[in-house]
């Protein structure tokens, strides 16, 4: 099945993206994910949502997009995926340090419990729905 993005620019302090995957997000497209983070944070985004509310799976791949992400949003350059092993690494390195301006909002029960196994979960804030997330990045 195929994914769509979408992204949503908030004014707000700080500025905020809202994107949005629906679908499936693997190898085929992760690489997109990366694309509309780096994106929204060259357009000035310094707060994050990925709204997962209709994500319907996750390979291991998206997880690689999801730490990319959070690499983007503090500045970092992410992983190479090129690196193979070494990307895996940095992965689990970075499990220590939640990202406080990136949030995942409404994940699926399959889509939690890969993020919660592979402890990916640590890295961000939870909400339930985007809603909750964008409230939690403006303080509200």
Do not use: C, K
């Amino acid at each position: 099945m195929a994914m769509t993005i979408d992204v949503e620019r908030l004014e707000g302090n700080p500025p905020l993206a809202v994107v949005s995957l629906d679908g499936e997000l693997d190898a085929s497209n992760y690489e997109r994910v990366i694309e509309a983070v780096r994106a929204a944070y060259q357009d000035g985004a310094r707060g994050l949502v990925l709204d997962l509310a209709n994500l319907t799976f996750m390979a291991s791949s998206g997880l690689f997009a999801l730490h990319s992400a959070v690499r983007i949003m503090r500045g970092d350059t992410p992983p190479d995926p090129d690196a193979g092993w070494g990307a895996l690494h940095e992965m689990a390195a970075d499990h220590d340090s939640t990202a406080s301006n990136v949030r995942l909002a409404g994940s699926q029960e399959a889509i939690a419990r890969v993020l919660e196994r592979t402890g990916m979960s640590r890295l961000f804030g939870l909400d339930a729905t985007r809603d909750d997330a964008i409230a939690a990045l403006q303080g509200a």
